[in-house]
């Protein structure tokens, strides 16, 4: 199996993606006294922000299966908030902030995708002992 590659940019991406989303749930907290957007989304900022550290630890440490995992779940987490958002977008037909977040999610979901398939191909998948 070849080296799990974890490009910078995809990381500072990430974490920016959580610092935005944490931003967001503050904002709405601030401007609407939301605590359920204050709560969304920073518990949605923590968990992009674990699942990428924990891959980038994973991936330098060479532990493939757990990459994999943390990959993976990084693009079931981001599609499943871009659906979320998406839904929300559609009830309400506000771009801001459910549009804006789907869209942004669902770049993201590209991008963690892409990823997960430079750096896991169908041959070399890893399985855990």
């Known amino acids: ?7 910078a940019i995809v990381t500072f991406l990430s ?32 968990v992009f922000f674990w699942l990428e550290s924990s891959f980038a630890a994973d991936a330098k440490a060479g532990n493939a299966a757990s990459a994999f995992r943390d990959s993976v779940s990084l693009v079931v987490a981001a599609v499943l908030l ?3 958002m998406g839904y929300r977008w559609n009830g309400t037909q506000k771009f801001m902030p459910a549009g804006l977040v789907c869209a ?26």
């Open 1 to 7: 199996m070849k080296p799990i590659a974890a490009p």
């Open 15 to 46: 974490f920016g993606f959580a610092l935005l989303l944490a931003a967001g749930g503050i904002m709405g907290y601030v401007s609407k006294q939301s605590t359920i957007s204050l709560a969304a989304g920073v518990a949605s900022a923590g």
């Open 82 to 84: 871009s659906g979320g």
């Open 104 to 129: 942004i999610s669902a770049v993201m979901a590209v991008v963690y995708f892409l990823r997960t398939a430079a750096n896991f191909q169908a041959g070399d998948r890893p399985h855990e002992p």
